[in-house]
């Protein structure tokens, strides 16, 4: 299980913002489990704080250039650098205060926020790391720009970066994002424009703080004033972008992202695209029974073996739901192309074994029975299946909910009636028979 991470003490830089030019002072500082990433705007009264969340998106009149949080009054610039990087270090809770109102640009890429925050040490906390999978494909579209994602069991982005320029051209690159790849082929990137572009933005009120030392400005022979850190580091700096923008979530995503000149404003799109589809399949279990979503965790894996003899790679369920003991419960199996039946079920085109779905079911159903105070300490055996059918398969990456009513409870014996969803359509259904048996 990944843990939520923080800082493990304060640290500072200082710089000017890449559009305002104004100067700037940032404090990191540590923060408690899942208060997620807040920024503190400290130049201002009451110090305001701005949560790093999708509702907290800021659009300002200049358009998608940059990302920013906040509204017309109180916001923080272009914290799309910043919160790549912390999505890279693996941080999901920290405090950062800063005295005006955009974010230092430093060299154009996250090295030095990077740096300076493992400096700061990392420190792991109690609380669960959250995770989103993307559940089934988004697609979104923009004039000439395409963001797709699929399903996937970790992060991946392949972006094709398509200027008609002379320099830049085309640059193709897809990477499995992880501590290693961001730290070696992503961090060092440099934001960049086009030199035809840059009288265009500073037109529009932005880039008052630009100059050759933050950004990589391309002329029709290359970059003026400065040197290339990567042969396409221009492509590398749109991952490590799209990265920040996806942070905006507050989560960490699995998912295959493949991208065609995307940029912020279609990042943004994707955004809320994939919040639509966490809140859809968050209520998965909730049809069932109308009273709870699958991310309000009852009990987790390290409970359910306190009641169950299961462990993996036999245990099947990562969390209950809802629980009424000896009556009711609803469980949750969240299923990965990692999970060692695929690898060997149907090659190619993995599914779940039938068998497996029963066992599931099975497993939510002893813990139901076993919970109770008279029956804790037994071992719940199959004696029989009954009416068992199967409606749907179920494949790598679905969230299979497990909801098991009982029919008869006595102290040696019990039936229940268990029904497996996906979607909140049901895949399999089934009676099944325990005898209640002393350890």
Do not use: W
Not at 386 to 414: A, M
Request: hydrophobic content about 40%; proline content about 3%; some cysteine.
């Amino acid at each position: 299980m990944d843990r939520q991470k923080t800082i493990e003490r304060e640290v500072s830089l200082s710089g000017i913002g890449i559009h305002t030019a104004n100067k700037v002072n940032v404090n990191f500082k540590p923060a408690e489990e899942n208060s997620g990433i807040n920024f503190i705007r400290t130049d201002l009264k009451d110090k305001p704080v701005i949560k790093a969340k999708l509702d907290s998106l800021f659009v300002s009149a200049s358009g998608m250039r940059h990302t920013s949080i906040g509204d017309e009054r109180v916001h923080i610039q272009t914290i799309e650098h910043l919160m790549a990087v912390l999505y890279g270090l693996g941080i999901d809770n920290i405090y950062i205060e800063v005295d005006a109102n955009e974010l230092p640009a430093l060299d154009g890429s996250g090295k030095e926020y990077y740096d300076l925050l493992l400096k700061a040490g990392i420190k792991e906390q109690d609380a669960e790391k959250q995770y989103y999978a993307i559940r089934e494909p988004i697609v979104v579209e923009e004039n000439n720009a395409t963001l797709a994602v699929f399903p996937s069991s970790e992060l991946k982005i392949s972006y094709t970066l398509s200027y008609q320029h002379p320099f830049v051209k085309t640059q193709f690159l897809s990477l499995k994002i992880n501590f290693d790849t961001f730290r070696d082929e992503l961090v060092e990137a440099r934001t960049f424009c086009i030199e035809d572009e840059a009288e265009e933005i500073l037109k529009m009120g932005l880039g008052k703080g630009a100059n050759y030392s933050n950004t990589l400005v391309v002329g029709s022979k290359g970059v003026i004033n400065n040197t290339l850190r990567f042969e396409d580091e221009f492509v590398r700096h749109k991952i490590f972008d799209l990265i920040g923008d996806l942070y905006i979530l507050g989560l960490s995503i699995k998912g295959h992202f493949i991208a065609l000149r995307s940029g912020h404003n279609l990042n943004l799109k994707m955004l809320n695209k994939i919040r639509t589809q966490k809140e859809n399949y968050s209520m998965a279990g909730v049809k069932a029974k109308g009273s709870i979503s699958c991310s309000e965790g009852l009990l987790d894996r390290q409970q359910i073996m306190e009641i169950l003899p299961h462990r993996d790679p036999f245990l099947f369920v990562d969390k209950i739901l809802k629980l009424e003991k000896g009556k009711y419960a609803l469980g949750v199996k969240y299923l990965t192309t990692e999970d060692y039946f695929f690898k060997g079920h149907f090659p190619g085109k993995p599914i779940m074994p039938g068998v497996l779905i029963i066992e599931a079911m099975a497993q939510v159903g002893g813990v139901m029975m076993l919970s109770l105070p008279q029956n804790r300490g037994k071992l719940a055996y199959f004696l029989a299946c009954n009416n068992v059918k199967f409606r749907r398969t179920v494949l790598p990456g679905d969230e299979l909910v497990l909801e098991v009513e009982t029919l008869r409870l006595k102290s040696k014996t019990g039936s229940v009636k268990a029904t497996a969803y996906v979607e909140s359509k049901v895949v399999a259904e089934a009676e099944l028979v325990f005898a209640l048996v002393e350890d």
